[in-house]
């Protein structure tokens, strides 16, 4: 299942301003493969994907510029960066979440 995930991103302007992009992607969760032991267990990485599903400027407005190929792959990796950093903290906070209710319930003193 693909996660939206939004990050911000400076480019520069047809003037050379320099513009704050909001951008809009869905990742694809990235699931590490299995390279060792018998070979029927093992698979290759798989996910890890990101595409651009909307560019808006400041003011919310779709973007009309055009990115370069390079800027466009290198949003697409902080895109799915971004998604990891997002999976990680929640995970974490699942965790406490979970530590507290345990605690709460008298399992931990």
């Known amino acids: ?5 939004t990050i911000e991103w400076e480019v520069e302007d047809a003037d ?15 699931q590490q493969g299995r390279t060792s032991g018998p070979p029927e267990f093992c698979y290759p990485d798989e996910g890890g994907c ?8 400041e003011d919310g ?19 799915v960066e971004q ?13 406490i979440s979970r530590f507290e209710a345990r605690e709460e319930e008298g399992y931990i003193r």
Do not use: C, H, Y
């Open 1 to 5: 299942m693909n996660e939206t995930t």
């Open 16 to 30: 050379g301003d320099t513009v704050v992009l909001t951008i809009r992607g869905e990742v694809e969760p990235f």
């Open 50 to 57: 990101a595409s651009i599903v909307a560019i808006l400027d």
């Open 61 to 79: 407005k779709v973007w009309a510029g055009e990115l370069k190929p390079a800027v466009r792959d290198a949003i697409e990796v902080a895109l």
């Open 83 to 95: 998604e990891q950093r997002d999976l990680e903290d929640g995970e974490a906070e699942a965790a």
